[in-house]
């Protein structure tokens, strides 16, 4: 099946959360920033962690109390880099593989409005629709979260690809149709093109 459309995740996938002033809690911020799952280390009731991506609200008192039981000096701040737009970077293909032709979807298991990270590099306008967990009320896996992007983007399940990083969560559009690719959330500067070399694979 010809391929129309693209799926892309965003954290790990298109853009990584790095800065200076979080590099001494890497270890942290990978426990936080899991796609799925309760992280090693993380002190959270499962059930609640995993619906962290659902409500805002739950998802900044979740992060605060566990910065908090992690030593944290000033975790309300700490949680504020997390969702700032100044602290993600792109990976150095991110705008070319959005450059496509074919219409794109954003698909994030997020709790926050990541449009502002696109439109601070200046790539807003190159994907068609956002697919956000907080504002459609489901998680990746789940395959309505596939099946609304690929709605909204006018093709079949078939005639997407979905880009992302986590065999758990991005993996699950195969369950609706979608061909799919795993790249490593590598840091920005290991991971040169990697999404570049997925598209010539499809396109």
């Known amino acids: 099946m010809t391929i129309r459309a693209v799926l892309f995740d965003f954290s790990g996938t298109l853009f990584r959360l790095e800065h200076d002033t979080l590099s001494a809690h890497a270890a942290l911020m990978r426990a936080l920033t899991a796609p799925v799952g309760v992280a090693e280390g993380l002190d959270v009731d499962p059930e609640q962690w995993e619906r962290r991506d659902l409500d805002p609200d739950a998802h900044r008192e979740m992060h605060l109390a566990v910065l908090a039981k992690a030593g944290a ?54 994907v068609d629709e956002y697919v956000l967990s907080y504002q459609e009320g489901f998680v990746k896996p789940d395959p309505k979260m596939f099946r609304i992007a690929c709605d909204r983007l006018g093709v079949h399940p078939s005639e997407a690809l979905m880009i992302g990083d986590s065999a758990e969560a991005d993996g699950g559009a195969a369950a609706v149709g979608c061909a799919v690719e795993i790249v490593e959330p590598l840091p920005t500067g290991s991971r040169p093109d990697a999404l570049l070399q997925v598209l010539r694979k499809h396109i």
Not at 76 to 82: C, G, H, I, R, V
């Open 73 to 126: 000096k000033d975790p309300a701040k700490f949680y504020a880099d997390l969702c700032s737009p100044p602290f993600w970077q792109p990976y150095p293909d991110t705008a070319q593989a959005l450059g496509t032709e074919l219409p794109t979807a954003v698909v994030s298991n997020i709790a926050w409005d990541i449009r502002a990270v696109f439109a601070r590099h200046g790539v807003e306008n190159r």
